[in-house]
């Protein structure tokens, strides 16, 4: 095992560009390493590879809050986000999602840019920021930055559209009203769950946004049910929902759980949450 | 007296077998990936040097190829046959433990596959059997009066039939254990239960007497059962792999997805019960009956199914009662003792049942047990006469005042219409639990115990009961103390060690302090005989008295033996089952309150009320920390903890997915005794350790039941398990 250590951004990139070009695969860069460490006993092959710690590229930890949007550098860890009280008090949901992932041990070393770039379908962090129409900026030695929406970031399983010289750099979140927010997260006991169900929902000037996890290959939104909303279609039980979740997301059996009970319960946290705010939603 | 080993535990001074510092060999276990089947051979890979590695198959075992434990059919290694997957198969050792890893990947097991069985449920085919006739490897039978001439008279009969699942342990501690040739001896240290087991299990397959084997217990985290009988495997495999490598100390640690996959689980069970009652709703019949899969080998199935037919019937009273019990074979991972011991599962079906009787009926499920709960001289399903103990119905009443029982039902009545999602309920489970050995177990042990006085004036108990967390070095340590009017620190007890302890019996069946804690006493009392003092000799006049004898005795020891004796009048028939189970049975009446998100259908349980009688508490913490662990242990069984298998074998095997209760999971356990010293156990004290797994299962399952007007028969009740029984009962 090889472990790489830059003390800037450029550096980390570059180390990036380097390892393709000698070695024909780049180090995978690490912040946290939370993932990592969960799968290290089960797989040998992670063992032997290299690693990009990127714990001594700094410029990347500061959070900040301009006028249009707030900005979560890619070291930006879950508990960085808990103590920032200006900003969860904007954007409560990164509060709720943050406390809902593993330990606290976990959240303060696991980071947002490291939970996106993970690309776990059961991602806690990930709706919440893709249900604030979040923006994440990446850079590589060759061809500098590029602003990606989060909802275009996933292609398929654990496939993203960063390059193997990108790193993410930072995550903007635009600021505005919004007059719904919620976040659940399904999972078989209370705390250091995986979610079975993911949902985050916000509404906005912008529209409705729906985002499931857990629910399809990716974090995705849920185009048919933000459609189902921004017409008011009239909504008188649970099942209502499950024609547009069906169109929307393709659960799996596994050993977690099974698809009919993440779409029903989907179906129902739509229904009850929704319910009080909607008067269409009867 | 506070928990003597507790700061070194809290602190990571404890140093548990994978702590200690080590040169040696790493083994590590080939397992076969079939779970049936004519092995045809080894394959060893090409690319391996083999020249490196001391490699063990079934060929190199000197003595029989069988771990000793009830029968002889489960072999140490296995050799032509394999009969369920992780079976092991060959065992491989290298100085670096990662060397070892790679090489068990380079043994393939090349098998001829037969026709497994995987439900215990259903009557196998012909191809499938593999014992006896029917591949049942034990059937057990109570009879008691009449039950189809009751039934016939009957003024109600209700049918249930209920399910439980498996259960992993869970231990912190994974199971390790360190062998080693010394002076021609073979010594094992390591995580366990029972010392003597292992002991036994090395001298059957080595071929060894009892002096060329030493067996010493090394700090263990935590056993539940788990560390009862597998030990001696692992114990064997480490031993095998020593006495071919010259002696080298050899060092087997499993990680936690190898523990989880490979070790024993809880006994799944399955019991239906067809039950008379008459006009009163008193019990006149219980037809009873109880199937258990065993898994691939005998190993302790049938004691788990005795116990639990025994406790199958309940704390009731009813003069005819027929309960048959069948263990059967299975081509899974074998199960095994997990604390309870097959009464869980037998308690989870009759409680849940009594809430099912109680509607079926249109009685009050609280009233309904206040009718049949065992009075002063009834007798249980084996006939044995109940006498002494807590008042049952004190006890049940006393939880319903704790657990504000009938204001919290009219509570939730309001609450349930009011609230668009969450649905409240309270649960009752009264239960009871046999302390110590089955029937004429104690007798068959016959444990012994002894207490020196040492140069000093300090006094040692050797004793072969181990310490895995439950607090064994506190209560006797306290329970010597006591009896010698010495200071706790003037009580010596050390790593029990085969070679200087001798058989104090095994660290289960709740019988350490009421058993093997009488024979500490009757072993001081004994030391003092030998010393010619009389009781009033205590404190540090007994001290300048073992001083003085020691001195005027250089070559003696100054010893006091005990070994168990039965208490009087106790009388049990193992060909008819019937007579007197248990010495005593300590009594327990549990309540629980859950609410169920209707959204997600998860239940969460929000308070807990722990109400029983173990006789004399001894240590007032520690048996608090038990019933709290047991109600955790339950809310896990109940809840959360699924057991998924492939071909027999558990393929959630870590952490990540089979789900353990955590802290937020659990609510306040309020736990309270009530105390009624008991004459033949140590200090006074009936079993504890198993009774707390006995009740929350089905209080908790009574308390969904109550909140959501359904009847759930089958644990664990998963979120997708209650999902499919709300929507059975929308469509029904």
């Known amino acids: ?282 | 007296m506070r928990r003597l080993e507790g700061l070194a535990k809290l602190t990571g001074a404890e140093r548990f077998i994978d702590d200690e510092p080590f040169e040696g060999l790493w083994g590590m276990t080939v397992r076969s990936p079939f779970p049936r089947g004519r092995v045809r051979e080894l394959r060893f890979s090409d690319s391996i040097d083999w020249s490196e590695f001391t490699v063990v198959t079934h060929e190199d075992i000197p003595g029989a190829n069988a771990v000793y434990l009830m029968e002889l059919d489960q072999p140490v290694l296995a050799g032509e046959y394999v009969r369920h997957v992780h079976e092991a198969v060959a065992l491989v050792a290298h100085p670096s433990r990662a060397m070892a890893r790679e090489a068990i990947a380079g043994i393939e097991i090349i098998v001829d596959p037969d026709e497994p069985v995987y439900d215990y449920r259903v009557t196998p085919d012909q191809s499938q059997v593999q014992y006896g006739e029917d591949n049942i490897l034990k059937r057990l039978l109570i009879d008691k009066g009449d039950v189809e001439a009751a039934l016939a008279q009957a003024d109600h009969i209700v049918e249930g039939v209920y399910e439980t699942g498996a259960q992993e342990h869970v231990y912190l501690e994974n199971q390790g254990m360190i062998a080693r040739v010394e002076d021609g001896v073979v010594v094992v240290r390591g995580s366990m239960q029972c010392p003597y087991y292992v002991v036994n299990a090395l001298k059957h397959a080595l071929g060894r007497a009892e002096h060329e084997v030493r067996v010493i217990q090394a700090p263990t985290g935590g056993g539940f059962g788990g560390k009862e009988d597998y030990p001696s495997i692992i114990a064997l495999h480490t031993a095998l792999l020593t006495l071919k490598a010259g002696g080298a100390p050899v060092k087997m640690i499993y990680d936690r997805s190898e523990d989880m996959a490979a070790t024993t689980k809880r006994h799944p069970s399955r019991v239906r019960h067809r039950t008379g009652l008459d006009a009163e709703g008193r019990l006149v019949a219980q037809h009873i009956e109880v199937v258990m899969d065993g898994g691939a080998y005998v190993t302790l199935s049938p004691v788990v199914l005795s116990r639990g037919i025994i406790h199958a019937a309940g704390p009731y009273a009813c003069d005819n009662v027929r309960i048959e019990g069948r263990a059967v074979l299975t081509n899974a991972v074998p199960f095994g003792a997990f604390r309870g011991f097959g009464a869980p599962q037998t308690h989870f079906a009759n409680e849940r049942h009594m809430d099912v009787v109680a509607k079926q009926i249109g009685m009050d499920p609280v009233e309904l047990r206040r009718v049949n709960l065992i009075r002063e001289g009834q007798t249980t399903a084996t006939g044995q006469v109940i006498t002494g103990g807590a008042d049952r119905v004190g006890l049940m009443d006393r939880a319903l005042e704790l657990a504000q029982f009938n204001e919290k039902r009219r509570e939730h009545d309001s609450f349930n219409v009011a609230n668009q999602y969450l649905r409240r309920g309270v649960g009752l489970a009264t239960f009871h639990h046999g302390a110590g050995f089955t029937g004429s177990g104690e007798v068959y042990l016959a444990s012994r115990l002894l207490v020196e006085g040492l140069e000093d004036g300090r006094v040692e108990v050797l004793t072969a009961s181990t310490e895995m967390g439950q607090g064994m070095l506190t209560i006797f340590t306290d329970i010597a103390s006591q009896a010698l009017g010495l200071e706790p620190g003037d009580i010596v007890l050390r790593d029990p060690d085969t070679s200087r302890a001798p058989n104090s019996g095994p660290t289960v069946a709740s019988r350490t302090a009421m058993v093997v804690g009488r024979l500490v006493e009757k072993a001081c009392e004994a030391m003092r005989a030998r010393l010619g003092v009389d009781k009033h000799t205590r404190g540090e006049e007994l001290k300048r008295a073992i001083v003085e004898w020691r001195r005027q005795h250089p070559d003696e020891r100054l010893v006091g033996e005990s070994q168990y004796e039965q208490p009087p009048n106790v009388n049990w028939d193992d060909e008819t089952y019937q007579g007197d189970a248990y010495a005593t049975f300590s009594w327990g009446a549990y309540v629980a309150e859950v609410e169920v998100d209707l959204r997600t259908f998860n239940t969460r349980v929000l308070d807990f009320v722990a109400v029983q009688e173990v006789g004399r508490v001894l240590n007032e913490t520690l048996a608090r920390g038990q019933v709290q662990g047991g109600v955790v242990q339950g809310i896990g069984w109940a809840l959360l903890e699924e057991m998924r298998t492939r071909d027999g074998a558990m393929i959630n095997n870590q952490l990540t997915n089979y789900i353990i209760p955590t802290s937020d999971d659990v609510p306040s356990i309020r736990v309270e005794f009530q105390e009624e010293p008991y004459e033949f156990g140590g200090g006074g004290a009936k079993g504890l350790g198993e009774l707390p797994m006995d009740g929350p299962a089905p209080a908790i399952a009574n308390a969904v039941a109550a909140a959501l007007n359904v009847d759930p028969k089958v644990i664990p009740l998963t979120s997708e398990r209650l999902m499919e029984l709300m929507e059975t009962v929308a469509t029904s």
Not at chain 1, 10 to 21: H, K, Q, V
Not at chain 1, 68 to 78: F, I, N, S
Not at chain 1, 144 to 151: C, K, S, V, Y
Not at chain 1, 212 to 237: D, F, G, N, Y
């Open chain 1, 1 to 282: 095992m090889t472990v790489l250590m830059p003390e800037s951004l450029d550096e980390a990139c570059a180390m990036l560009a380097e390892g393709i070009a000698k070695n024909g695969e780049a180090p995978t860069p690490i912040a946290g390493a939370t993932d990592l460490f969960v799968e290290w006993p089960l797989h040998a092959d992670a063992h032997s590879r290299s690693y990009l710690d990127m714990s001594g590229a700094t410029e990347l930890r500061a959070a900040s809050i301009e006028d249009d949007a707030v900005h979560l550098g890619a070291l930006t860890t879950y508990w960085d986000v808990v103590v920032n009280h200006p900003l969860v008090a904007e954007f409560p949901l990164l509060l709720e999602a943050a406390r809902q992932v593993g330990s606290v041990q976990i959240q303060t070393r696991g980071t947002w840019a490291g939970n996106i770039a993970n690309a776990s379908p059961a991602a806690d962090g990930v709706p919440v920021l893709m249900a604030y129409d979040a923006t994440v900026v990446v850079q590589s030695e060759a061809r500098g930055r590029r602003a990606i929406p989060l909802d275009q970031f996933y292609l398929g399983y654990k496939k993203t559209q960063l390059a193997p010289d990108e790193l993410i750099v930072d995550i903007s979140l635009p600021r505005g009203l919004r007059s719904v927010e919620i976040f659940e997260k399904v999972g078989t006991r209370r705390a250091q769950a995986i979610a079975k169900v993911g949902l985050a929902i916000t509404h906005s000037e912008a529209g409705w946004r729906v985002v499931a996890a857990s629910m399809a290959p990716v974090v995705t939104r849920c185009a048919h049910v933000e459609h189902m909303l921004e017409e008011q279609k009239i909504v008188k039980t649970p099942q209502d929902f499950l024609n547009a979740i069906e169109a929307d997301v393709s659960p799996i059996d596994d050993v977690r759980s099974n698809a009919r009970y993440r779409k029903t319960v989907m179906s129902r946290l739509l229904y009850h949450d929704l319910k009080a705010r909607c008067a269409w939603i009867e």
